[in-house]
Each structure stands twice: as C-alpha cells, then as structure tokens.
C-alpha cells in the first residue's frame, strides 16, 4: 500500500499588531505571520499578502507581510485581517481577524471666549481648551480668524486680542496637534458691537472714542452746512421777511346795516304855479316845501 502526503506551502495566517493598546498619534504595525515552509516570504515572491479593515481593502497583494501606519488616529479603530495567496497557483489563505481600538491622546478642543460680550476697546482672550490622557503630552497650537491664521503654532493654548475694534470681528476657530495628528475646534462667532452704555438717568449715551473718526467728521459737518445754508437763505430773503413782518392788517368793516353814515344832506324845492285850474278853488299864496332826502 503506497502513502501519498502532501507538502503545504504555507499555513493559515495569522495577524498581530506590534502593540496593544494602541494610542493616538502612535505607530503601529501589523504583521502577517504564516507557518511552513515559506515563512514570511517577504521577499521571494512566491507568496503575497493584501491587508484589510472592517472588509475594505488598505493594501493589495504585494511581497510584503507587514502594514505600517503612522500616525495611528481615532478613525484606525476597527477589525483587522490579512490574506495570503501564492504567485504561482493562486492558492489564497484568510487570516483570523484582530480587533484594534485606538486610546485617544487629547480630545477635540473647544474653543472659549473671554469676555462674552465684546465692545471696541476692550481686550480679549480666546482659549484653546483640550483634556490631554498623559501629562507629558506637548501639545501645540494655532488660532484662525475666518480660515486664516492670525496666530502661528505654538505652545501657549491662549490667542489674546488688545483694544478690539468693529474689524475684529469673524469666526474664529484653533487646532491642536503632536507628531502629525491634528485635531480642530468648532468655528465661534465673535461680534465686536459698539454698545451705548447707560448712564445714571437710564439715557444712552456713548464717547466719541467709540465712535468711527468718519463718523466724527460728519457729526460736526453735517450742523455746520446746515447753519450755512439757513444763514444765506436769510440774506437772500431778507427784504421779502421785513416786508412781511412790517405789514399792518386792518380790520375789516363790519356789514352795511351794522354802519351810520353821516353825509351832507340834499335840499330840493317844488315851484307851484299860480295856475288857476278849478273856478272854485283860487291859490293866492305861493309855498316853498322842503324836502330832506338822505343819500
């Protein structure tokens, strides 16, 4: 009886990560590790490896059995495996899966504004704040205003602004990074108003230090062309106004009944003729009658 055995070319793979647990900003390594008479194979070309997360491919077949990345961030957390194919017969092996969760480093910053309420000439102060896992972390900094940088990257987490104007205003927003991982905060709306202060009597007021140098110019100008026009109007017309303040108005007569006109009177005479008409009746005396007519 003849006994046939076959020889195989290489195990099931097996991966592993050079360290466990793995921290943000970190390296890490992963090996695929076979059994046989071809061990790792990384350089005689006869077998191949490919790498995977969560099923999606992070490098295809090459000779290498190792997959390197640098710097490790949060999104690299997942489930990890590895294959393993000849070149010559295309005979492929899976690996077992590794889960690998990412440690973060710091957290994401959050941006803080002092004081809350911004008005022209104050100072303010504009925080990077994070919470870092080791007190030996060297965080850097930058800070930006409307996506660009007013603040180059440093180790102070603090972006102070003195005697703000109305031009300060804009989103602002700041990183944190260390060995090439960065992590940005979320954009902060910070609005310089030119408040009025309120004074004793509950009126508004304000100094002409808050006001634009523009706007100065126009509140004196405005008034001064104002008076110089209302000065040559009254120039102009200065005959026409003493005219009309010179007038005297008369009262006007009252109705025509309300009035006794007294006018010379008008005499008149009638002239009778001694004409003797009736045989009875004789006129011997001539009469003068007057009459007073009113006009």
């Known amino acids: 009886m003849m006994l046939i055995s076959l020889l ?57 059995s190792t997959y390197q990345v640098f710097p490790v961030q949060m999104k690299d957390s997942g489930e990890y495996s590895c294959e393993v194919r000849t070149s010559t017969n295309g005979e492929t092996k899976m690996s077992n899966t590794v889960s690998i969760r990412i440690q973060e480093l710091f957290s994401s910053p959050e941006i803080k504004v002092t004081p809350h309420t911004v008005t022209p000439g104050e100072n303010l102060s504009i925080k990077c704040s994070t919470v870092s896992k080791s007190d030996t972390t060297k965080l850097r900094f930058r800070f930006y205003k409307d996506n660009v940088l007013v603040q180059n990257e440093n180790l102070s987490n603090n972006y102070y602004v003195k005697s703000v104007q109305l031009k300060d205003s804009g989103n602002y927003s700041c990183d944190a990074r260390i060995n090439g991982t960065v992590k940005t905060s979320r954009e902060i709306r910070i609005e310089v108003q030119a408040v009025f202060a309120s004074n004793d009597t509950g009126t508004n007021s304000t100094s002409i230090e808050d006001v634009p140098q523009n706007d100065v110019h126009l509140i004196v100008l405005v008034p001064l062309i104002l008076l110089l026009v209302v000065v040559a109007l009254l120039i102009k017309y200065k005959h026409k106004l003493l005219a009309v303040f010179t007038t005297t108005y008369r009262s006007h007569p009252g109705p025509a009944t309300d009035l006794l006109v007294e006018t010379d009177p008008y005499y008149s005479f009638i002239e009778f003729s001694s004409i003797q008409k009736d045989p009875v009746i004789q006129t011997t005396n001539t009469d003068v009658t007057y009459t007073q007519v009113k006009a």
């Open 8 to 64: 195989e070319l290489f195990s099931v793979p097996n991966i592993t990560a050079s360290s466990d647990p793995v921290t943000e900003g970190a390296e890490m390594s992963l090996d695929c590790v076979i059994k046989g008479s071809q061990q790792k194979g990384t350089s005689s070309g006869r077998l191949q490896f490919a790498f995977y997360r969560d099923g999606r491919v992070l490098q295809n077949f090459t000779t290498f």
